[in-house]
Each structure stands twice: as structure tokens, then as C-alpha cells.
């Protein structure tokens, strides 16, 4: 008994070591490495970088000072809000050094010591290296200090405890550096870099478990909070970019619009504050990378065939609603409007964004490339969940198409017109 | 065969061509127009709602916007934009588009030119109407409110280039605005006078206001006035019209 108790208490103490030991290991193993150098091209550096993270889109509240934080990242947990970047000492990181970001971005801990929650995305961050660190440290002290107090997140209980976020650091968060591949070129070791580090392109392209840690492998997610799905990268049915020309797919990261495919969305919001800001070299090595992900053809599902009333229904509003633009056939107008007919956005199938496409409209973001424009009207004013059910049915279905029917169900699970925060 | 048979036949086939002809015409399912580059085409996401026209939309709340001051358009899509104002439908549209670009937008819808649709039907009682009228165009001297028309010119048809007109608006649509206004959550650049107005008024006031502008018959041809007195009370929306012109 006595013996029991003993061996029980070891395997407690263990326990509690290995327990602390994954939440703090490969601490201080990454010294700094900026000598006195130029420091405006450190800066100039940083400031690229953090386009390539899209660090403003969370870290600048709708309408706030730029990098100043408050803005709310609902999760499923609660609400999570971006802190103050800006180096006000008070309320931002002025009191900060390169160290504490460092350790942020490759250990997810905060300069006080607390654990940092995964919506900033460490567990991709964890990947960048210190150089680049450090020229987003320098980057982010030359900004204008502002004084704005972090506001505390809103988390349900047990998130809302360090303690839990420890036994989640401890089952899903390893501290690591991009592994160069050596038989890879160099263009497409960069490219993986920015797509698994910085570009955190993973913390929507990948699936969550219940506790909403993600995989590695790009397989398309659900955003449930956004009501967006970001599509599988391996998936030809998706968005995977096997077969493409390099060229289109920086293109679309570019310009947010190539031939035969425009950016929605989520996507949209990348584009427009990221992607479109990075080099060509840079999009074109993340082209290569994505190009070469491994791919799966999703078996076609034998789908049921669409309700013959339901798809003449869909057939009559997309007579009178959607034809002007995207072609009787569905075949689009080049440079406008986005042919329907064979696009894998469409025939998707998870039919969020199809769903979502219409509820909310839009435009393609503003590029060099995609000046000016044209806009989608947000059909959530004009057409009720039942038609928008048949009209999306029918597209699905239409000129070729072959995907399940949506519900009106599905499209009132969705919202009406919650998509901006 | 006679020359009269003959002449009645070529009658019959030159009947039967021109029916076939016809036939054929009618058989031409009725084409739309190819989509133009033009603002027209690319403010289609617009116009769903604020009519091909930039009339009040579909379930009579949306706003008229044709012909409104365009610095005043310009300033709704940033505040959108921005998080000044609250209508997820309207910041999702807006998100990814530049300053430069709802410059363009709001100069397109400034300059449209669509006849107004009929008022609304006057439902407030005479005594309230008039009272309504009063506050509309006198304001209150005791409680520091100023007219409507004061800022939104003598015939409320708006002053360019940033006040808006308060005609041909949907009742409810007026009264939410100034309920927006009074509670806080639509927002114009500081000093924000509406707000200040806004909290002054109270419910049943902006209530009867809403109801009477919206019962207003407008003249034809009513635009926005070329230029207004000085604003009795501050607005950060017409100091800054006033300051990006003389830059």
C-alpha cells in the first residue's frame, strides 16, 4: 500500500514536470542576432513582414489606430482581443525587447509570463526566425506610440484559465523552426516558409479539432464564426492549385483575381491588407510551395439529383437575378464577373461560401491589378432563405454543375448579413 | 392563270413573309445589354438596394442617395467602412475598397439625377404637424436647438458639399438615424453637432419630425443648395469639407 502510494506520487511528480516542461522548453535557445546594422532596413524589413503575417488586420480595431489592438476574434471559446503592438509603455510593448518578442512568437508566452491564447496564431509564428523577429521588433517600436488599455478577452470558463491553456499548450503546441528540405529548391523552401510561418495560412485552411487546435495539412476548415469555409489546398475539387500556371496563382494573391477564379471573403480581407503587398519573388516561391502540395481528387459522391421544382424555381431567379451578369450559361463575363459554370466555388462541397457569395455580396478587393471593381449586391435584402436555397441549388446543378442541393435551412444557419464585425 | 390570280398570290406570299419575319423577330428571346465598363455597371451591388437610381430601396427603409452632397456620401461610406456607422451588409461591401475609390462612388451617386417618388402620406394631426414644422424650421431658442434648415438649407434639400438633404427620406429611416444619433451608435467626425441635436430631441419629438419631412412634397427639380450660412453650432463633418477644399 505503502509502496503504491509512493509510486503514485513519482508518477504525479513526473507528471507535473513533463507538464511544465512542455509549456517551457526551447526558451533563451535563439539569441538575437541584430548586429549594428542599417537599422531604417531592419525597419523597412519589419514593416514587409508584417504584411506577409497580416499582423494589422487583427491587431487594428475597425476604424482604430493602426496596430493599437481591440479587435474581437470570436472563437467558439469566447472572444479573444488583439492586445496594443504600438510601443506606448504604458498600455503597448514600449517597455518591450526583442527577447519578449521572440518569445511571443516562438514560445506563445507574454512579456509578464502568462500564456498567450492560439488566435495569434503562435503555433505558425512559432516557425518564423529570430532575425525576422527581430525585424518586426524593430518595425513595430518605429510606429507611433498609442496609448489604448488592452482589452481583457471574454472567454467562457474553464478557457478562460491559464491553467487549461497550459494543458492545451502541453497536448498541442510544439516550439519548432522551419526544417529546410534539402532536396527542395530554395524558391520552394521559402514558399513553405511564409505559408506555414508567417503567412499562417494553416489557421484557416486547416480543420480544428473540438478544442481548436488545427492540423498541418491544408485540408480546408469551417470558420464558424465567420460562416466562411476556407477550402483544402490538396483538394482538386477545392482549392488546390496542382495544375495551375505559377503566374495565375500569383495572380490571385497579387490582384485577388486570375483567370477563372477572384478571392471572396475571408480572402479578400488576406489580399487586400497581405498578399498584395509581398514581392513577386516572395508569391511566386508560395506559389511553387502550394503548387506542390500533395493532392487528393475527392471521389465525386454520387449526389441526389436536385428536386425538379426546386431547380425550376432556381432556374426562374437566376433568370431574372443573376443572368445579366454571370451569362445565361453561367459562363461569366471576363474581367467582371466570375463564370459559374465548372467553378469549383460553386460546386464545392461544403456550400458555405456559395451560400454566403450570395447573402452578402461583395467586391473583389482593390488591387493594382483589380482597380475599380465590380460589386455583387448583397442578396440578404432581396431574395428570402427559400429562394436563395433554389437559386443556389439550381447553379449547383446548372450547365454541367453536380452538387448536393442546399437547404433553406442551411442558408438561415448562416445568418442574415453578420459578416463584418 | 389571269393576271388577277397572279397579283393575289404575290399579295399572299408577301403577307406570309412578313408574318414569318415577324414570327422570327418575336422567336429572338429579348437580349440584355452586355455588361458595360462603366460606374453604372460597377455599382450594381449598390443599386440592388438604393434602386437603379439611388431611390429608397425594395422594403422602404434603405435611403435615397442619388443626388445627395458628394463629400456627405463620401464621409457615410468611410464612417461604414470604419465602424462609424453599423449595417454589417454595408461595411462588408466597403471592406476591401480604398478611400480614392468611394471618392468615385459617391461623385457617381452625387450626380445622378432621378425624379423623386411621391411623399410619404402626412399622418400626424394638424397641432402636431405644426409643431413638427416649427422645430423644423425655427428649432427650439430655449433649449440651444437649432432648425433643421439652419445646416440642411431653407428648402432641406441639403448644402454642398457635406450636409445632406432631409427630403424624400423614408420615415423610418429618419427616425432611426436620429435614434442612432442619440444613443450613440452612428458617429460623424467630432465636434459631432447631430449627436449633440440628437440628445436634445426627445423620442416623441424626433418621432413627429421624422414622420412630417418624410410627408413633404418636393419641387421638381430641388438640389442640394450651391452654398449656406454659417452653422449655428460646429460640425466636424463641414469643418473638414471646408478644409480638404482649401487644400
Request: hydrophobic letters at 40%; charged letters at 20%; aromatic letters at 8%.
Amino acid at each position: 500500500m505503502k509502496r503504491a502510494l509512493v509510486v503514485f506520487g513519482v508518477l504525479i511528480c513526473i507528471a507535473i514536470l513533463l507538464f511544465i516542461w512542455l509549456n517551457f522548453r526551447d526558451e533563451d535557445a535563439h539569441p538575437s542576432t541584430v548586429s549594428s546594422g542599417d537599422a531604417a532596413a531592419l525597419v523597412a524589413r519589419g514593416a514587409y513582414l508584417a504584411r506577409a503575417g497580416n499582423c494589422a488586420a487583427c491587431h487594428t480595431a475597425r476604424g482604430g489606430a493602426a496596430y493599437a489592438g481591440g479587435y474581437g476574434i470570436a472563437t467558439p471559446f469566447g472572444t479573444v482581443y488583439s492586445s496594443n503592438l504600438t510601443p506606448d509603455p504604458e498600455t503597448g510593448i514600449g517597455t518591450w525587447t526583442s527577447d519578449d518578442l521572440w518569445r511571443a512568437m516562438h514560445n506563445g508566452r507574454s512579456k509578464d509570463g502568462r500564456f498567450l491564447y492560439p488566435a495569434f496564431p503562435y503555433p505558425n509564428y512559432t516557425k518564423v526566425t529570430r532575425a525576422d523577429s527581430d525585424a518586426l521588433f524593430a518595425y513595430l517600436h518605429s510606429l507611433p506610440a498609442v496609448k489604448q488599455p488592452n482589452r481583457d478577452h471574454n472567454l467562457r470558463f474553464p478557457y478562460n484559465t491559464q491553467f487549461v491553456l497550459a494543458g492545451w499548450r502541453a497536448l498541442f503546441f510544439r516550439p519548432g523552426v522551419h526544417e529546410t528540405q534539402a532536396d527542395r529548391s530554395s524558391e520552394w523552401n521559402r514558399g513553405a516558409y511564409l505559408v506555414s510561418g508567417l503567412g499562417h495560412c494553416s489557421a484557416c485552411h486547416a480543420s480544428r479539432n473540438a478544442l481548436g487546435a488545427t492540423d498541418d495539412a491544408l485540408n480546408g476548415g469551417l470558420m464558424p464564426m465567420e460562416g466562411w469555409y476556407a477550402p483544402s489546398l490538396h483538394a482538386e475539387s477545392e482549392a488546390s492549385v496542382s495544375g495551375w500556371k505559377t503566374e495565375n496563382v500569383v495572380a490571385l494573391l497579387k490582384h485577388g483575381v486570375a483567370p477563372g477564379a477572384s478571392v471572396m471573403g475571408p480572402m479578400a480581407e488576406v489580399v487586400y491588407g497581405g498578399t498584395q503587398h509581398l514581392s513577386d519573388d516572395d508569391l511566386h516561391a508560395m506559389a511553387t510551395y502550394l503548387a506542390s502540395l500533395p493532392t487528393h481528387n475527392n471521389e465525386p459522391k454520387k449526389v441526389q439529383p436536385v428536386d425538379r421544382n426546386l431547380y425550376a424555381r432556381g432556374e426562374e431567379i437566376y433568370a431574372k437575378r443573376c443572368a445579366d451578369c454571370h451569362g445565361e450559361q453561367g459562363e461569366g463575363v471576363t474581367n467582371m464577373y466570375p463564370a459559374l459554370a465548372g467553378n469549383r466555388a460553386v460546386t464545392i462541397t461544403v456550400p458555405v461560401n456559395t451560400i454566403r457569395a450570395v447573402l452578402s455580396g461583395g467586391f473583389t478587393p482593390e488591387t493594382e491589378g483589380n482597380p475599380r471593381p465590380y460589386g455583387m449586391p448583397p442578396f440578404a435584402t432581396l431574395l428570402n432563405d427559400e429562394e436563395i436555397a433554389a437559386v443556389v441549388s439550381y447553379v449547383r446543378n446548372a450547365w454541367g454543375n453536380e452538387a448536393s442541393a442546399v437547404t433553406a435551412w442551411e442558408v438561415g444557419s448562416l445568418g442574415r448579413g453578420t459578416a463584418a464585425k | 392563270m389571269s393576271l388577277h390570280v397572279y397579283r393575289l398570290r404575290t399579295l399572299h406570299a408577301a403577307v406570309c413573309s412578313a408574318v414569318a419575319l415577324l414570327l422570327v423577330i418575336l422567336a429572338i428571346p429579348a437580349q440584355a445589354a452586355p455588361p458595360q465598363d462603366s460606374m453604372e455597371q460597377r455599382m450594381l451591388a449598390c443599386t440592388a438596394c438604393h434602386d437603379d437610381q439611388g431611390r429608397k430601396g425594395p422594403d422602404a427603409y434603405y435611403p435615397r442617395i442619388a443626388g445627395k452632397p458628394s463629400e456627405y456620401l463620401y464621409n457615410q461610406l468611410r464612417h461604414f467602412r470604419d465602424g462609424r456607422r453599423h449595417y454589417p451588409l454595408m461595411t462588408g461591401l466597403l471592406d476591401q475598397l480604398s478611400d480614392a475609390y468611394l471618392m468615385e462612388i459617391a461623385q457617381y451617386f452625387s450626380e445622378l439625377k432621378a425624379p423623386y417618388a411621391a411623399p410619404e402620406r402626412a399622418s400626424l394631426p394638424t397641432s402636431t404637424a405644426e409643431r413638427a414644422r416649427e422645430l423644423v424650421t425655427s428649432g427650439d431658442k430655449q433649449r440651444d436647438l437649432p432648425a433643421c434648415a439652419a445646416c440642411h438649407g431653407d428648402a432641406l434639400m441639403g448644402v454642398q458639399p457635406a450636409v445632406p438633404g432631409l427630403l424624400g427620406l423614408p420615415t423610418d429611416y429618419i427616425r432611426a438615424q436620429l435614434g442612432a444619433w442619440k444613443s450613440g451608435t452612428r458617429k460623424a467626425a467630432a465636434p459631432d453637432c447631430m449627436h449633440d441635436i440628437a440628445e436634445t430631441l426627445t423620442p416623441l419629438e424626433i418621432s413627429i419630425v421624422s414622420a412630417w419631412l418624410s410627408a413633404q412634397p418636393i419641387p421638381p427639380g430641388a438640389a442640394p443648395a450651391p452654398h449656406g450660412d454659417k452653422p449655428p453650432k460646429e460640425c466636424g463633418s463641414v469643418l473638414d469639407a471646408a478644409k480638404g477644399a482649401r487644400q
